[in-house]
């Protein structure tokens, strides 16, 4: 059974930075792209970021491009969002997922198999 596990919420001012961390066990993690999303309240859940199984290609919402960096660690199985210029329209509850693919370029939740429990991050503004 394929888990994911979310890190490096948190509470911040705008302007700041936080990397969120998606650790990954059990299954294939290696060869399936793997996305961020994000979700606010009362907001349906809007794609922000994946990245390639072998992380030769990554994909933005046009909402965080050049802000946000997806990257990926295969050999620790981990997927990492490093988030730069909070702003307040970032405050969400941040997914990582795991695709039903191996290249990326998938934007809607619909594309992704298994799915992280989340964390919050709050930009207070």
């Known amino acids: 059974q394929v888990q994911l596990v979310e890190s490096g919420g948190g509470l911040v001012q705008a302007g700041d930075s936080l990397r969120l961390s998606c650790s990954a066990s059990?299954?294939?993690?290696?060869?399936?792209?793997m996305g961020w999303f994000r979700q606010a309240p009362g907001k349906e859940r809007q794609f922000v970021a994946d990245?390639?199984?072998?992380?030769?290609?990554?994909n933005y919402a046009d909402s965080v491009k050049g802000r946000f960096t997806i990257s990926r660690d295969n050999a620790k199985n981990t997927v990492y969002l490093q988030m730069n210029s909070l702003q307040s329209e970032d405050t969400a509850v941040y997914y990582c997922?795991?695709?039903?693919?191996?290249?990326?370029?998938?934007?809607?939740?619909?594309?992704?198999?298994?799915w992280g429990q989340g964390t919050q991050v709050t930009v207070s503004s």
């Open positions: 990245i390639s199984w072998d992380g030769g290609s990554t």
């Open positions: 997922a795991r695709s039903k693919f191996a290249s990326g370029g998938y934007y809607t939740p619909g594309s992704y198999a298994y």
């Open positions: 059990g299954g294939t993690f290696n060869y399936r792209s």
